[in-house]
């Protein structure tokens, strides 16, 4: 997905024209230390985690 920045793109390069969301689940945490690699976050902001669960 990194190189394509879709996951419907990134799945139709391995064969998958179509699918659906089967769940989401969104959930919140401290951002930790491999989380501040990027220059805008602190240590100890609140991070989103989003996991998303696709069936074809």
């Given at each position: 997905m990194a190189e394509t920045g879709s996951i419907?793109?990134?799945l139709k390069r391995f064969g998958i024209?179509?699918?659906l969301r089967h769940s989401t689940v969104l959930s919140a945490r401290?951002?930790?230390a491999?989380?501040?690699a990027d220059p805008d976050l602190q240590l100890g902001a609140i991070v989103l985690v989003t996991v998303a669960v696709?069936?074809?």
């Open positions: 419907t793109a990134s024209n179509d699918y401290h951002a930790d491999d989380d501040v696709n069936v074809s």
